[in-house]
């Protein structure tokens, strides 16, 4: 049984220069363990975190109470910041990202598109700074697994730029 709080967005402040950055919890799980008084509950919590500038980190915190579990995942997401690839408000090519038994495809939208994508993998997304983009998830749908899938599709993105800079060649316009 799945104990389920989505929705919790905060704005977090950083030190001068750095961008502030924005946390959305993406799933609470409940464990029941089961002692000689009753059942003894623990949580967990999913969190993703980004700047909304082409940054974003994935974090996972367990404790015995939520708001610990949920502060646990922002200090994870923090530690785990990724810079992400973008051409505008998209991504720069389609990309499959894979984790476990999740499969999840990206493929660069449009202007005014949106982001088209499911309730665990939306809030990564626009947390990126991405505004269109197309989604599809294969496989399973657990939420640790769809949030980790996309974490690793946006770390394959690589501009053009980026693209000759790593083959030692020139850019063409």
């Given at each position: 049984?799945?104990?389920?709080?989505?929705?919790?967005?905060a704005?977090?402040s950083l030190?001068?220069?750095e961008?502030?950055l924005?946390?959305?919890?993406?799933?609470?799980?409940r464990?029941?363990?089961?002692?000689?008084?009753g059942?003894?509950?623990?949580?967990?919590?999913?969190?993703v975190?980004?700047?909304?500038?082409?940054?974003?980190?994935?974090?996972?915190?367990?404790?015995?109470?939520?708001p610990?579990?949920?502060d646990?995942?922002?200090?994870?997401?923090?530690?785990?910041?990724m810079?992400?690839?973008?051409?505008?408000h998209?991504?720069?090519?389609?990309?499959v990202?894979?984790?476990?038994?999740?499969?999840?495809i990206?493929?660069?939208?449009?202007?005014?598109?949106?982001v088209?994508?499911?309730?665990?993998?939306?809030?990564?997304?626009?947390?990126?700074?991405?505004?269109?983009?197309?989604?599809?998830?294969h496989g399973?749908t657990s939420?640790k697994?769809?949030?980790?899938?996309?974490?690793?599709?946006?770390?394959?993105?690589?501009?053009?730029?980026?693209?000759?800079?790593?083959?030692g060649a020139?850019?063409?316009?």
């Amino acid at each position: 049984m799945a104990f389920e709080r989505t929705g919790r967005q905060a704005q977090l402040s950083l030190p001068e220069g750095e961008e502030a950055l924005e946390e959305h919890v993406v799933k609470i799980y409940r464990c029941a363990c089961v002692v000689k008084g009753g059942r003894r509950f623990s949580f967990a919590a999913l969190v993703v975190m980004g700047d909304r500038n082409g940054h974003v980190g994935v974090g996972y915190g367990k404790a015995k109470e939520v708001p610990m579990a949920v502060d646990k995942g922002i200090k994870d997401a923090r530690k785990k910041m990724m810079p992400v690839s973008l051409t505008g408000h998209t991504i720069p090519h389609p990309v499959v990202g894979h984790y476990g038994a999740s499969r999840v495809i990206l493929v660069p939208g449009p202007e005014g598109t949106g982001v088209i994508a499911g309730k665990n993998i939306r809030p990564m997304l626009e947390l990126a700074g991405i505004r269109d983009i197309l989604t599809k998830a294969h496989g399973s749908t657990s939420p640790k697994n769809l949030v980790r899938a996309t974490l690793d599709g946006l770390r394959k993105l690589r501009t053009g730029e980026q693209m000759a800079h790593l083959r030692g060649a020139e850019v063409r316009v």
